[in-house]
Structures are given as structure tokens and as C-alpha cells.
């Protein structure tokens, strides 16, 4: 991801001292990322504990699936074609809207992408800032997590974590052109269709004991 981003995040760590644009991108990023990470950090084991659980995950699925389909029938008013043009105000809307994503079977990138849909941000731009956002979010994520299990780590062989690495590396720069591109250019109507559909399995087989989610 950040590869595939390179010179915006070069050009910002080479300019913020200078240009006006690119200290408001790294606050707008800032003032996206803060609400998940401080929520996550007061709320998360909470909301896993309750939350986490094949019902409120499939009705979750449900309900951001028809979200997603009003969303995209709405008529797009696009007055944000660039990241550099988002307000502090756009950005806490999308902290807002990928706060959401908290919630199991809630999509962090899709709560984002649609929430950027909403706030007047162009296709292409609401999945470019997105996939900025999830820097930080992942870093930290990443972060926290080692620090967690960084005794079970400390035992691991090293060949294999690098190797999964190069792999990861490899596969997420393909991933992510592919859906910049696609996102730029289709709606999500199928994704939406797809989360009520699965949404509406569990709920079935769960209601009539076929599965033990």
C-alpha cells in the first residue's frame, strides 16, 4: 500500500515543512484515524465480547448492505476530486463513518469509501483516501498486536515471517491496484447484494439450527 503510494507519501514527509496542502493532508489523516483508534482502545474487547456473534454480525452484514445500495442510488454530488482539497470537516465526517467499522461485519474500507460518497468525494478520490487512512491504522494495529504476543514471536523462525512478508507485500500492491481501478469506475451494488445474501444465510441456518455458528 504505501508502495503503491510512494511519491504522495514522499512528497508529503518531504514538504511538510513547507507547503500549506500537505500539512492539511497528514492532520486530515490524523483527524480520521483518532476516533477508531480511541474508540478501539476504550470499546474493542466490549465489542467483541458482545458484538462478535453470528446474529449481530449477519444483521450488521444486512444492514450495511442496504446502506450501501441507498448510498449508491442517491445522486453523487462530486465537489472533491483530489485528497488535497478535503476539509478538516470532511475529515471528521470519515473518522465518523469509519468508526463504524468497529462493528462486526462492518467493512472499514467500505464504511470509508461510502462515507466519502456522501461527504462529495469522487470515487477515485474516497478509495485513494481510504487506502491512506489504513496506513495508520494498520501500523498501529500491527504495532499492538506484536507488542501483545511478542514472547510467542520471540520463538518464531524468522525464514518463514520473512517470506510471508514478501508474499503479503506482493499480493496487497496487486490487491489494491485492482480495486483503486475498479472502485474508480463500478458501483458497489454487487458487494451490497453480496453482504445481505451471506447476511441472510446466517440468519436463516442459525434461526433453523442447520449450523452452529
Known sequence: MCWEFRQKLLHTAFTLHREPASRRFVI??????????????????????????????????????????????RKHSERIQDVDQMTAT?????????????????????????????CGLSRRTAAEFSFFVAIPVLLSATAYELWKERAAIAQFDTAPLVVSCIVSFVSALLAVKFLIRFVSRHSFAAFAWYRIVFGGVILLTAWTGLVRW
Open 28 to 73: 486530515n489523516l490524523l483527524i480520521v484515524f483518532l476516533p477508531l483508534a480511541v474508540l478501539a482502545l476504550l470499546f474493542g474487547d466490549a465489542i467483541k465480547a458482545v458484538l462478535f456473534k453470528p446474529v449481530p454480525v449477519a444483521i450488521a452484514l444486512i444492514v450495511g448492505g442496504l446502506i450501501i445500495l441507498w448510498a449508491e442510488r
Open 90 to 118: 470532511d475529515a471528521v465526517k470519515l473518522g465518523a463513518f469509519q468508526a463504524l467499522s468497529l462493528i462486526p461485519g462492518t467493512s472499514r474500507s467500505g464504511a470509508t469509501i461510502i462515507g466519502g460518497l456522501l
